[in-house]
T-cell receptor, first 112, second 113 residues
Framework: NAGVTQTPKFRVLKTGQSMTLLCAQD?????MYWYRQDPGMGLRLIHY???????AKGEVPDGYNVSRLKKQNFLLGLESAAPSQTSVYFC???????????FGPGTRLTVT | GENVEQHPSTLSVQEGDSAVIKCTYS??????FPWYKQELGKRPQLIID?????GEKKDQRIAVTLNKTAKHFSLHITETQPEDSAVYFC????????????FGAGTQVVVTP
């Protein structure tokens, strides 16, 4: 039981490049989330999903897209990376709304 | 919920002393209040949570209290140990928000031996 995993762990992009971050969970959770964490700003929700095939915008969705084609996977895409997207990205999943969110190990992204 | 204010931003305590972190929320529809601990370079992990129908919850050395009238909730850590050093985040969740937690900015707790 691996819990929540994220790929890759680190990445450096040049401005304008694109990439996809992969999140996978093996707990059969319905809810999945993508957060970004910047110093002094806590965790901010980018996009989330309440089940396979669903996605919705969070607090800071601009510049990101997501897909949830399979229940266990939640993908976060950056179409044209900007330096402002330099951050640590965490994926999380939960079985229902008001229950523990299990976080992945994070992806450290630097955009130069 | 909407904004969640967390204080203090940093807290330094002597080993064995108590630590208290307070969060204030604004939405009266908030009904779930988790606390997460994040050690340096690690992922956030839930340490305790409380629901709006409960005023206090304890788990060994940690406890959370909720004051719905004043719209604030607090984390209490007793007999602090060096391994309690971490960043602690409070959060709240409102009804019908599809699991969207609103996190506070975090409190850096340093426990000195």
């Amino acid at each position: 039981n691996a819990g929540v995993t994220q790929t890759p762990k680190f990445r450096v992009l040049k401005t304008g490049q694109s990439m996809t971050l992969l999140c996978a969970q093996d707990m059969n959770h319905e809810y999945m989330y993508w957060y970004r964490q910047d110093p002094g700003m806590g965790l901010r929700l980018i996009h989330y999903s309440v089940g396979e095939g669903t996605t919705a915008k969070g607090e800071v969705p601009d510049g990101y897209n997501v897909s949830r084609l399979k229940k266990q996977n939640f993908l976060l895409g950056l179409e044209s990376a900007a330096p402002s997207q330099t951050s640590v990205y965490f994926c999380a999943s939960s079985r229902d709304e008001a229950y523990e969110q299990y976080f992945g190990p994070g992806t450290r992204l630097t955009v130069t | 919920g909407e904004n969640v204010e967390q204080h203090p931003s940093t807290l330094s305590v002597q080993e064995g002393d108590s630590a208290v972190i307070k969060c204030t929320y604004s939405d009266s529809a908030s009904n779930y209040f988790p606390w997460y601990k994040q050690e340096l370079g690690k992922r956030p992990q839930l340490i305790i949570d409380i629901r709006s129908n409960v005023g206090e919850k304890k788990d060994q050395r940690i406890a959370v209290t909720l004051n719905k009238t004043a719209k604030h909730f607090s984390l209490h850590i007793t007999e602090t140990q060096p391994e309690d050093s971490a960043v602690y985040f409070c959060a709240d969740l409102t009804t019908d928000s599809w699991g969207k937690l609103q996190f506070g900015a975090g409190t850096q707790v340093v426990v000195t031996p």
